[in-house]
């Protein structure tokens, strides 16, 4: 199964308000990646964190690291209808003697005008 | 730079019947990635290179192929289409191992397996 768990699979929101997305892991992730994919698109690299408790900003986006390195999270203040799509959160799994990319399953933002 | 590309962008199968999908990287990555994309299940890797001439198995690989005999190309094969098949494929690549670098996506191809 997948090794990280994303929440909500849907959220809709009126223009303006404000969005989060979860993403939780049963272990400790050496870090974690987040990707936004418009509809009909292809997904594109948001932000990748790697300090426990880490927290950066990309203007009216917050992304966070837990302090256990078990959980992540995208807030969005005040969102607009060029938030639309689906974000991803992405986590390393260990296959083998090497690690790969396991996704979260997304969550699809809709925006009302 | 195109960047990653992919060909074609739609296909459309009978069960039974074989295609390749191709993916090409004009970044001088190394790392190079299959998924597949289904509604509500995000992103499975099917199988992955970390270089000319190596590939290895992701998540799913059953039913897929691949072949990276150039560092800018990695094709997916499939042998024997199968309904199940139907999804929407994304290639991806990376200058380091995925798992700690940025990836870069391909536009994706839509194949429908009948």
């Known amino acids: 199964g997948q090794q990280v768990m994303q929440i909500p699979q849907y959220q809709h929101v009126q223009e303006g308000e404000d969005f989060t997305t979860y993403c939780n892991s049963s272990?400790?992730?050496?870090?974690i990646q987040w990707y936004k994919q418009r509809p009909g698109g292809h997904p594109v690299f948001l932000i990748q964190?790697?300090?426990?408790?880490e927290v950066k900003k990309q203007k009216r986006l917050t992304f966070q690291f837990g302090e256990a390195k078990k959980n992540s999270s995208l807030h969005i203040t005040a969102t607009q209808t060029t938030d639309v799509g689906t974000y991803f959160c992405?986590?390393?799994?260990?296959?083998?003697?090497?690690?790969?990319?396991?996704f979260g399953r997304g969550t699809s933002l809709i925006v009302h005008p | 730079n195109a960047g990653v590309t992919q060909t074609p962008k739609f296909r459309v199968l009978k069960t039974g019947q074989s295609m390749t999908l191709l993916c090409a990287q004009d970044?001088?990555?190394?790392?190079m990635y299959w998924y597949r994309q289904d509604p509500g299940m995000g992103l499975r890797l099917i199988h992955y290179?970390?270089?000319?001439?190596?590939?290895a198995k992701g998540e799913v690989p059953d039913g897929y192929n691949v072949s990276r005999l150039k560092k800018q190309n990695f094709l997916l094969g499939l042998e024997s289409a199968a309904p199940s098949q139907t999804s929407v494929y994304f290639c991806?690549?990376?200058?380091?191992?995925?798992?700690?670098?940025?990836?870069?996506f391909g536009p994706g191809t839509r194949l429908t397996v009948l």
């Open positions: 970044m001088n990555h190394e790392y």
């Open positions: 272990t400790t992730l050496s870090n």
């Open positions: 290179s970390v270089g000319e001439g190596t590939t």
């Open positions: 992405a986590g390393p799994k260990r296959s083998g003697g090497s690690y790969i990319p396991t």
């Open positions: 964190l790697v300090k426990s408790g």
């Open positions: 991806a690549s990376s200058y380091a191992l995925a798992a700690a670098d940025t990836q870069y």
